[in-house]
């Protein structure tokens, strides 16, 4: 079984900064891609930034210059490195992995539990 695990939510003022982590753990051979999205209170989900394993990234117009997605395949892990915190930028945070190459089979979609960042006005 593969598990995403993050950490690194919390309260931050506007202006701050703060890094989110997520760890893919289990049988793994490789990841396509890792990412973020984001879901504010009465909003759909959206994606914040993905990073595939070429190194191709993708941001949302919203966090561009902000935020800063990378990873450390040793350690399948992703992080998300926010800065100038708005409180715009209130969600819960998951993180996501498509294309998991395990010893069982490829794996598409998984998502962590999600981890709470609060920017207060």
């Known amino acids: 079984q593969v598990q995403l695990v993050e950490s690194g939510g919390g309260l931050v003022q506007p202006g701050g900064s703060l890094r989110l982590s997520c760890a893919a753990s289990?049988?793994?051979?490789?990841?396509?891609?890792m990412g973020w999205y984001r879901q504010a209170p009465g909003k759909q989900r959206e994606v914040v930034a993905a990073?595939?394993?070429?190194?191709?990234?993708n941001y949302a117009d919203s966090v561009k210059g902000r935020f800063t997605v990378f990873r450390d395949d040793a350690k399948n892990t992703v992080y998300l490195q926010m800065s100038s915190l708005k409180p715009e930028d209130t969600a819960v945070y998951y993180c996501?992995?498509?294309?998991?190459?395990?010893?069982?089979?490829?794996?598409?979609?998984?998502w962590g539990q999600g981890t709470q960042v609060t920017v207060p006005s």
């Open positions: 996501y992995a498509d294309g998991i190459q395990t010893p069982f089979g490829y794996l598409r979609d998984y």
């Open positions: 289990g049988s793994i051979f490789s990841i396509n891609v």
């Open positions: 990073m595939h394993s070429g190194g191709s990234i």
